[in-house]
């Protein structure tokens, strides 16, 4: 860092000392006031001494870390017996105070260091801390114990397992530990995002926005879902279900492009163009299909709860299921070739596409050539979109209480409520007529 030649560097560094503990003792400073009456530790000349005891002591240790222990260990005892006579006064004494205390003397330290960037973000962390004392323990408040240990377990799955696997490949079909676990990272970070906006929005936003997070989630869980729900609620326009659906389907689109980016780039670059244009349609035609209806898809309330998608038991069984996908890849191109992969492409797209995608972005272009894995892709997504949605919403449908829209091909009502009630209004209307004609 250059100085003007007018300033020496040590007063530069007294200066900036001075400046963020000043800062930190302002804040607390504004605290005290607002506890009139009540003990507080330290305002803005306390501060500022601490963050020079801490400067002058690293000053007279030279390249000794000994003596600033030793000086840390000191202020630390200053700083508990403030917390005891504080405890004397009040069983419901907080710590805070204290810990910024120390948290300033380290930072003279730095300073003398020349740790020019970490002394202020620490400065900085420690006002933005303090001076958001509601919004985090209103936030603290707000969140269940639930999403703590979701979190928790992303965690695990990202910046625990993953960095202590193996990247080698093992087996004749190249089976990469790390990779494979790179790709259950990846996933379950989509649909852990997904999960958390859900959360955030959760009973608001409406239809629309349920496809929306949905189709990021999962969409062929979103479609059951919405589904079910239509046949729950047959007040409603089914046009705004069916447009949803068609909404969560076109969503899944640009999820896959984000996946196919993070691991394969070539891919992702052939099939970008033709995954955006059709999300594009999708989403276009579930949103027409939606205004049609005579109520609007904001206006009804989002109840569908998303599932945690950080299970541990999911987590390994994408693992298992990619790994047979890896496996089911090298077998069906050397056993049928191009007809293989693409069988194989089919039979992924009625179920769920995410591990044949994911496998196919570790396959090529080594096992398999780019043209060759992007066709199946595409198949396979296609095929996901076409009798595979379709099954999924008329086996959600009939889940909840017989039959209601027909089957699959979208045929009249055939029982149920569904098919009674226009039998009994048209006989309703048959006989006035003839009452009329009588009379």
Not at 99 to 117: I, N, P, S
Request: hydrophobic content about 50%; charged content about 15%.
């Amino acid at each position: 860092m250059s100085l003007p030649p007018w300033l020496h560097p040590e007063v530069f560094k007294l200066l900036l000392v001075l400046f963020l503990s000043f800062l930190i003792g302002l804040q607390r400073e504004e605290r005290r006031v607002s506890q009139e009456g009540r003990y507080a530790f330290g305002g803005v000349r306390t501060f500022p001494l601490i963050g020079l005891i801490g400067y002058l002591i690293a000053f007279l240790s030279g390249d000794e870390l000994l003596p600033i222990a030793l000086g840390f260990a000191t202020v630390a005892g200053f700083l508990m017996l403030s917390y005891w006579h504080k405890l004397t006064r009040s069983t419901s004494a907080g710590i805070t105070s204290e810990m910024t205390g120390l948290a300033t003397y380290l930072v003279g330290a730095l300073v003398y260091r020349e740790q020019f960037w970490i002394a202020p973000a620490v400065s900085v962390a420690s006002l933005l801390l303090l001076e958001l004392k509601v919004g985090l323990e209103g936030l603290a408040r707000r969140i269940a114990s639930d999403d703590i240990l979701t979190f928790a377990k992303f965690l695990l799955v990202t910046a625990v397992i993953l960095p202590v696997l193996p990247d080698a490949g093992f087996t004749p079909y190249a089976i990469n530990p790390h990779k494979t676990w790179l790709v259950v990272a990846a996933v379950s970070a989509v649909s852990y995002g997904s999960y958390v906006l859900q959360r955030l929005v959760k009973g608001r936003g409406g239809l629309m926005l349920t496809a929306v997070l949905g189709g990021m989630y999962s969409s062929t869980t979103t479609t059951v879902a919405l589904a079910r729900r239509s046949q729950r609620e047959e007040e409603e326009d089914p046009h705004l279900f069916a447009g949803s659906i068609v909404i969560a389907s076109g969503v899944m689109y640009l999820r896959l492009i984000v996946l196919l980016g993070i691991f394969n780039r070539a891919l992702m670059s052939m099939l970008a163009p033709s995954f955006a244009l059709l999300a594009a349609i999708a989403i276009g035609a579930g949103w027409y299909w939606s205004s049609r209806a005579g109520r609007q898809a904001a206006e009804i309330e989002q109840r569908h709860a998303p599932k945690n998608p950080l299970e541990l038991g999911t987590a390994f069984a994408f693992a298992v299921v990619f790994v047979a996908m890896l496996v089911a890849t090298h077998l069906a191109l050397d056993h049928f070739g191009r007809s293989g992969v693409y069988l194989l492409a089919t039979a992924m797209g009625v179920t769920d596409v995410d591990p044949f995608v994911m496998g196919l972005t570790q396959a090529a272009p080594g096992t398999t050539t780019l043209a060759l894995s992007a066709a199946a892709l595409a198949g396979a997504t296609l095929g996901a979109q076409t009798p595979a949605r379709r099954l999924f919403a008329y086996v959600g449908r009939r889940t909840r209480g017989g039959v209601s829209g027909g089957g699959p091909s979208g045929g009249p009502r055939a029982s149920g409520r569904g098919g009674a009630q226009p039998a009994a209004r048209a006989s309703t209307h048959s006989n006035g007529r003839s009452r009329r004609m009588r009379a």
